[in-house]
């Protein structure tokens, strides 16, 4: 199973793709449901991992609409981090960083009681959830 950790933010997103046969992909793209179909939605069933952000509900659900099983990991868990060197943040570290928490199952879920269950399949729309500046 490929592991993946994704940075989400408001325009665009990093994604660590850790794949089965020890492949790294990197890519970065806009957070556009229409583009993590473009970059996810061929690939085999993946455990992906996200943080608890604004925009990871949407992102979520997008995400388990293209067949993967997706974590919202706490941002505040400091295990995820607990492999990286003490280095400049960046998008790419930090979707490194979840990539690899993912792999070592170094994360923990976020508590988001206010979720109800998503619609297998279903991909929403841009504004449910997504908010433009």
Same mark, same amino acid.
């Given at each position: 199973?490929?592991?993946?950790?994704?940075?989400?933010?408001?325009?665009?997103?990093?994604?660590?793709?850790?794949?089965? #046969?020890? !492949? &790294? *992909?990197?890519?970065?793209?806009?957070?556009? $449901?229409?583009?993590? @179909?473009?970059?996810?939605?061929?690939?085999?069933?993946?455990?992906?991992?996200?943080?608890?952000?604004?925009?990871?509900?949407?992102?979520?659900?997008?995400?388990?609409?293209? #067949?993967? !099983? &997706? *974590?919202?990991?706490?941002?505040?868990?400091? $295990?995820?981090?607990? @492999?990286?060197?003490?280095?400049?943040?960046?998008?790419?570290?930090?979707?490194?960083?979840?990539?690899?928490?993912?792999?070592?199952?170094?994360?923990?879920?976020?508590?988001?009681?206010?979720?109800?269950?998503?619609?297998?399949?279903?991909?929403?729309?841009?504004?449910?959830?997504?908010?433009?500046?």
């Amino acid at each position: 199973m490929d592991h993946i950790g994704i940075d989400v933010h408001k325009k665009d997103s990093q994604i660590y793709i850790l794949a089965e #046969g020890g !492949e &790294v *992909i990197e890519q970065r793209i806009r957070t556009e $449901p229409e583009r993590f @179909a473009a970059v996810l939605g061929g690939r085999p069933r993946a455990r992906i991992v996200v943080e608890a952000l604004t925009d990871s509900e949407w992102v979520e659900r997008c995400l388990e609409g293209l #067949g993967h !099983e &997706v *974590i919202v990991a706490d941002p505040n868990s400091a $295990p995820k981090y607990a @492999a990286l060197t003490r280095k400049v943040k960046t998008d790419r570290r930090d979707a490194h960083a979840l990539a690899e928490a993912c792999l070592l199952g170094a994360y923990r879920p976020a508590h988001r009681p206010h979720l109800r269950p998503a619609t297998a399949g279903a991909i929403p729309a841009l504004d449910s959830g997504h908010r433009s500046v």
